[in-house]
């Protein structure tokens, strides 16, 4: 039983790179469902081995015919987060630049050109485990929830989010809903929770532009910070 353990273990962080193609790599990513936490370093953080086409023949031919490279790695950076993510793991800007020989400006800005054109978010780490100050996937998966009522399920599949992921942004933003509601102050607020003052920030922010997108919105004749909270509890289920 303990063999069998050990060399389960071994094929786990060591797959055999036989099978792979000369265009292919094997890269250690977090695991999509690792919790982070402040100062968690990689060393304690759950990996998952994935399979990566660094350059796939369709990117061989494209660029023969003529598309410009700039182009081809434009796709290519969707492509090897997507890839990651549909084995379990995540990768990070940094991950994808240095795979793709780009730096990670240049990812940054790839990143939102692809998400602008599909209306889609790109499953990043940044994004899936709540890290780095960017506001665009909380901010696009609560107005999924909100403004367009859609469930849960539907949220994960349009943002490639899991459900524990959707559900702890809509629960954020409920509890300082509730605080704002009694006039409590970020730092009260951060005491209450349990939640970083960052995020406390970032939470008041998407309140306040909610608030500038939708000056009139009620419900049932509810004013518009209760009629947030009335839909996150009501679309909040899985």
């Not at 020989?101 to 889609?120: D, F, G, L, M, R």
């Not at 909380?138 to 909100?146: A, T, V």
């Not at 459900?163 to 009694?182: D, I, T």
């Amino acid at each position: 039983v303990l063999v069998n353990a050990i060399r389960s273990m071994i094929d786990a962080f060591f797959p055999s790179t036989s099978h792979l193609r000369s265009v292919q790599t094997i890269w250690s990513a977090v695991h999509k469902n690792e919790q982070s936490s402040y100062g968690k370093t990689i060393t304690k953080s759950k990996l998952t081995p994935v399979i990566l086409d660094l350059l796939p023949m369709e990117e061989i031919k494209a660029r023969s015919e003529g598309t410009r490279l700039r182009d081809i790695k434009h796709q290519a950076v969707a492509r090897l987060f997507q890839q990651a993510y549909n084995q379990d793991g995540v990768l990070t800007n940094a991950e994808v630049a240095l795979l793709l020989k780009i730096s990670p400006s240049t990812v940054s800005k790839y990143v939102t050109n692809w998400e602008k054109e599909h209306a889609a978010l790109l499953p990043r780490r940044g994004t899936i485990h709540d890290m780095g100050p960017t506001l665009t996937h909380k901010k696009e998966i609560l107005q999924k929830l909100i403004f367009d009522g859609k469930s849960v399920e539907a949220v994960c599949r349009e943002t490639q989010h899991s459900p524990e992921a959707v559900l702890r942004y809509s629960s954020n933003f409920k509890q300082v809903l509730m605080c704002r509601r009694k006039g409590l102050s970020n730092t009260e607020i951060a005491f209450a929770t349990n939640l970083s003052l960052r995020l406390i920030e970032e939470y008041q922010k998407l309140i306040d532009d909610y608030a500038k997108q939708h000056p009139s919105w009620e419900c049932d004749g509810q004013p518009w910070l209760d009629n947030f909270i009335h839909q996150l509890e009501k679309n909040s289920k899985l």
